[in-house]
C-alpha cells in the first residue's frame, strides 16, 4: 500500500496520467460537458442575503411576521421633486401614470395622489365613507391649489406617506404581489416594464422620476451582480495572461494555461448549478478567484517542465518529474489554501457555507485539472524554443533576490524592529474598526437606483422596512383603548428618533376616524377619549371602507398589530442604540404579562446578520490556523517550528486589520472573508520554504545559514511570480462597483504581498535566530509528507 505523499505514489500517478493521456483527456470532456449541463440550474438570488441562521431568534421572529401580515417587502416608490408637476398638464400625466401601473398582474395595488380618499362622517347612516380628493382629472389651477392645501394642512395622516409637506415631494406607492416580489417575474416586471414606462414619462414631460424600495433596490443591484461577473472574469483572465507571458514569453504556454483556468470557470459554475446554489454578491467571486489561483499552479508546472527540458533535453521523463514533484507540492499549496475557505462551511450561515463549499471544491478542482492537462498537452507539442526557456536565468530579479539575501545577513535587528513597529501601529488601528450591518453601503455609488435611496433617505427617512409587532395575547385586543395609547407612545419615540420615518399604523387610521367624526377638522386627530371611543367605534364598525384599510395594520383575529416605519442606511453602532432607545420605551410602555412586542425587518435583520458574521469570523480564521497548524505538526514534529510558521502569515493579517481601522473599511459580509482567503493561500509560500528549507538541511550537511540562503535564493524566485500573479489577479477586484468588493480585492492584495515579504524576510531571520532550539535533526530529517521530493540523478534543484 503507497502512501499519499510517496515518491513512489507519485509515480504511479506519473505513469497513469501518461500512459491514459487520451481516456483522461476524453474524460475531463465529458466532465466538462456534464458540468455545463448544470448551468441551467444556476439562479440569481431574488432576495437579499440572509447571513443568518434559519433557527436563529432574529430569524424567527421575522418568518413568524411573515406568517400574519406577509411579505413586508413588497413596495415600489416613485417621486418627483419638481414645483412643475403641479401645473394641470403634468399632475394628471403623473396620476394616469400610476394609474397605468394597476394593469399588470405583477401588482396588487398602487396608491397615488389620485387614489387618496377622505374619510367623511355619514351622520344619516351613522358610518363613515370615503371620497376621492380628484375625482377624475384635474381641470384647473384652483383645484391643484385645493387639492395642496388639503393634502398639506389639513389630513395629517397622509402626511409624509406620499408628499413631503415641507419640499412639495411628492411619491407613488406600487404594492407588487406578495407570491411574486421573491421570484423572477419581479425582476421582469422592473426591467422590461416599470423602467420603460417611466423612461418614456421623464422624456415626454421633462421630469425627473425617482425609484426605490426593496424589490427595485434588489432586483438592480442583482443586475450589476450579474453584468460584474463577465467583467471579472474577462479582467481575471487578461491579466494573469499578460503576467504569464511576461514570465514565460510564450504564447504557447498562456494559451495553455488559458485553456486549464478556463475548464476549472467552468466547472465551477457547473458545481454552483449542481447543487442548485444561487448566485450571490460572493459566489460571484469565485469564477474569477480560480482563475488567478490557478495561474500559480500552471506557472510551477510548466516553469519545472521547462527547467527539466534545459537540464537534459528528455520530454518524456521531463513530464513525469512534472508530476512527480510539482504534483506533491502543489496538492499541499491547494489543500491548504481550499482549507482557508472550507473553515466557512462549519459556520451556520448558509451564504458562507455555500461559498466554502464552491470554493474549496473548485480549487482542488483546478489543481487536478492542471495536473491532468498541462503535462497531457505537452506531450503532444515539439520541445519548447530556446527564447522560451530564457527566463529560466531569472537574471532580472536577482537584485532583487540578492537584496532579500542581504537584509537577512546584515539587518536582521531591523526587520525584528519593522515588524513589532508594524504590530504595535496595527493594533492601535484594530481597535478603530467599525461594523457595518448596512444595506446599502456596498452597493455602487454612481449607480442612479443607490442616489434615489439617498434622495428619499432626505425627504421621508428612509426606505428601509422596520417593523413592530404588538401581540395582545386575545382576540380584538389590538382596538382597546388602553391598547392604541401604548401604540401611540411607541410612535411618539419612533417620531422623535431622526433617523425613523413617521410610522403608520391602525392609531393612524383612529385618529383619522376621530377627525372625520368631527367633520375633518385637524386638531382632532388624535386618539379619542374613553367616551369618545365607543361611538366613533360604532361608526367604523359601520363601514366597510375601514375594515379594508384596517386589514393592512390588524390581523383578522385583531390579537395582532404591526406599526410600520422606515429607516435610514445606519451604521451598526447607531443602530443599536436607536433599537435600545426603543427596546427601553417597549419595556415601559406594553407590560410583559399583557403584551409581547418585537422588533423585525429586512434591514434588522441584516444587521444582525452582519455583527453575527463577527462572530464567524473569529471561528473560521481560527479553524483555519488550528488545520493550518496541525499540517505543519504533522509535517515537521515539532511544537517551535509551528509557532515560526505561523508568525509571518499572522503579521500580515494583523497590519491589513490595522489598515482597515486607519482607513475606515467597516467589518461587513463582504471584507470578512479576507483574513480566511489570505491567510490559506499566504501560508502556501510558508510551506514552500520550509520544505526547501528542510531539503537544504539534510544536502548541506545540517549547517543552519547555509542552508536558510540556499532555500530563500531558491524559493524566492517562486514567490515572487506568484505574489505578483495573486497581487494584480486580486486586483481586478477593485474595477468592482461594489465597495465591498473593491476593498475584498485592495485588501487580500496588500495582504498577500505583506506575506510574501513576510516569508522572504521575516520567517528566514527567525529561522537565524532560533536556529539551535529548533534545528533538530530528528524532527525534520524524514518529514511524514515529503513535500519536496529529494532531487536525483538529473536534477540539481527544485527551481520554479
Known amino acids: 500500500m503507497f502512501k499519499l505523499f510517496s515518491k513512489d505514489f507519485w509515480d504511479i500517478i506519473a505513469r497513469l496520467i501518461l500512459r491514459n493521456k487520451i481516456g483522461i483527456l476524453v474524460a475531463i470532456i465529458a466532465a466538462t460537458v456534464f458540468f455545463s449541463t448544470q448551468w441551467d440550474n444556476m439562479r440569481f438570488s431574488n432576495t437579499e442575503a440572509n447571513l443568518l441562521p434559519d433557527d436563529h431568534e432574529v430569524n424567527i421572529t421575522y418568518n413568524n ?35 397605468s401601473f394597476k394593469k399588470y398582474n405583477e401588482v396588487e395595488t398602487v ?13 344619516e347612516n351613522e358610518k363613515f365613507s370615503l371620497e376621492p380628493f380628484i375625482k377624475d382629472s384635474v381641470a384647473s389651477l384652483q383645484q391643484i391649489e385645493k387639492l395642496q392645501n388639503q393634502l398639506f394642512n389639513q389630513y395629517p395622516f397622509y402626511d409624509n406617506f406620499l408628499f413631503n409637506k415641507q419640499t412639495k415631494t411628492v411619491r407613488t406607492a406600487i404594492y407588487l404581489k406578495k407570491d411574486i416580489v421573491n421570484t423572477p417575474a419581479r425582476k421582469n416586471f422592473v426591467l422590461n416594464i416599470l423602467e420603460n414606462d417611466i423612461e418614456t414619462f421623464e422624456t415626454t414631460y421633462n421630469l425627473n422620476v425617482r425609484v426605490s424600495g426593496m424589490p427595485y433596490i434588489r432586483t438592480l443591484n442583482s443586475q450589476v451582480i450579474i453584468n460584474e461577473i463577465n467583467w471579472f472574469v474577462i479582467a481575471a483572465l487578461l491579466v494573469t495572461s499578460v503576467i504569464f507571458f511576461f ?60 527547467h527539466e527540458v534545459k537540464l537534459h533535453g528528455n520530454k518524456v521523463k521531463s513530464l513525469q518529474r512534472v508530476i512527480t514533484k510539482i504534483g506533491n507540492a502543489t496538492l499541499m499549496t491547494n489543500v491548504t489554501t481550499a482549507s482557508g475557505f472550507a473553515t466557512f462551511i462549519l459556520t451556520e450561515s448558509t451564504l458562507l457555507k455555500e461559498f466554502g463549499i464552491v470554493a474549496s471544491l473548485s480549487i482542488l478542482a483546478i489543481f487536478i485539472l492542471c495536473l491532468l492537462i498541462i503535462p497531457i498537452i505537452y506531450t503532444f507539442l515539439p520541445h519548447p524554443k530556446d527564447r522560451h526557456l530564457e527566463h529560466l536565468n531569472k537574471r532580472w530579479i536577482g ?29 492601535i488601528g484594530i481597535y478603530q474598526i467599525r461594523i457595518s450591518g448596512s444595506l446599502v453601503e456596498d452597493m455602487p455609488k454612481e449607480a442612479t437606483f443607490f442616489k434615489d435611496i439617498r434622495f428619499f433617505e432626505e425627504e421621508f427617512n428612509g426606505i428601509m422596512p422596520l417593523e413592530f409587532v404588538v401581540d395582545t395575547k386575545r382576540k380584538k385586543g389590538v382596538m382597546k383603548l388602553s391598547t392604541l395609547k401604548r401604540m401611540n ?120 446578520g452582519t455583527k453575527y458574521l463577527v462572530k464567524n469570523l473569529a471561528i473560521s480564521l481560527s479553524l483555519a490556523i488550528l488545520l493550518i497548524s496541525l ?101 481586478v477586484f477593485t474595477i468592482s462597483s461594489f465597495g465591498g468588493t473593491v476593498a475584498l480585492g485592495a485588501l487580500v492584495s496588500a495582504t498577500l504581498l505583506f506575506a510574501m515579504l513576510s516569508n522572504l524576510l521575516l520567517l528566514p531571520s527567525l529561522l537565524l535566530s532560533l536556529e539551535r532550539s529548533i534545528a533538530n535533526k530528528e524532527v525534520l530529517r524524514k518529514p511524514p509528507i515529503n513535500i519536496i521530493p529529494e532531487e536525483d540523478d538529473a536534477d540539481d534543484d527544485f527551481k520554479k
Open 65 to 99: 411576521f411573515l406568517k400574519i401580515f406577509g411579505e413586508e417587502g413588497n413596495l415600489i416608490i416613485l417621486g418627483v421633486k419638481d414645483t412643475t408637476l403641479f401645473t394641470i398638464e403634468k399632475l394628471n400625466a403623473w396620476n394616469k401614470l400610476s394609474e
Open 111 to 123: 396608491v397615488s395622489i389620485k387614489d387618496l380618499q377622505k374619510l367623511v362622517k355619514d351622520t
Open 247 to 306: 514570465f514565460f514569453r510564450s504564447f504557447r504556454a498562456t494559451f495553455i494555461s488559458l485553456i486549464v483556468v478556463c475548464i476549472g470557470v467552468m466547472w465551477t459554475l457547473g458545481i454552483i448549478g449542481l447543487f442548485n446554489y444561487e448566485i450571490t454578491v460572493l459566489t460571484a467571486l469565485i469564477p474569477p478567484l480560480i482563475i488567478v489561483i490557478g495561474i500559480p499552479n500552471c506557472i510551477f508546472l510548466i516553469n519545472k517542465y521547462q
Open 399 to 427: 537584485g532583487f533576490v540578492n537584496w532579500m539575501e542581504w537584509m537577512v545577513k546584515q539587518r536582521r535587528i531591523a526587520i525584528y524592529a519593522i515588524s513589532v513597529l508594524l504590530l504595535t501601529v496595527s493594533f
Open 489 to 608: 407612545e411607541l410612535e411618539d419615540l419612533i417620531i422623535e428618533t431622526p433617523e425613523l420615518s413617521k410610522p403608520i399604523s391602525v392609531v393612524s387610521l383612529v385618529k383619522y376616524s376621530k377627525q372625520a367624526y368631527y367633520n375633518g377638522n385637524p386638531k382632532y386627530y388624535q386618539l379619542p377619549t374613553s367616551q369618545e371611543n365607543s361611538f366613533i367605534l360604532s361608526y367604523a364598525k359601520n363601514s366597510s371602507s375601514n375594515v379594508d384599510l384596517l386589514n393592512n395594520f390588524v390581523d383578522s383575529t385583531g390579537q395582532y398589530a404591526r406599526i410600520t416605519t422606515f429607516m435610514k442606511d445606519v451604521g451598526t453602532d447607531k443602530m443599536e442604540r436607536i433599537e435600545e432607545n426603543l427596546q427601553n420605551k417597549i419595556n415601559k410602555v406594553f407590560p410583559k404579562e399583557r403584551y409581547n412586542v418585537t422588533m423585525t425587518g429586512k434591514a434588522l435583520v441584516f444587521q444582525k
Open 631 to 731: 499540517f505543519m505538526a504533522y509535517m515537521f514534529r515539532s511544537a517551535r517550528m509551528i509557532i515560526v510558521s505561523l508568525i509571518p502569515n499572522l503579521l500580515p493579517l494583523l497590519v491589513t486589520a490595522g489598515l482597515m481601522g486607519y482607513l475606515g473599511v467597516p467589518i461587513k459580509p463582504s471584507t470578512i472573508l479576507v483574513f480566511s482567503i489570505a491567510f490559506g493561500i499566504s501560508v502556501d509560500d510558508t510551506i514552500h520554504f520550509l520544505a526547501k528549507y528542510r531539503q537544504e538541511l539534510q544536502a548541506n550537511n545540517w549547517k543552519i545559514k547555509t542552508s536558510v540562503y540556499g532555500a530563500l535564493r531558491e524559493t524566492g524566485v517562486s514567490m515572487f511570480y506568484t505574489s505578483i500573479v495573486l497581487f494584480f489577479g486580486f486586483s
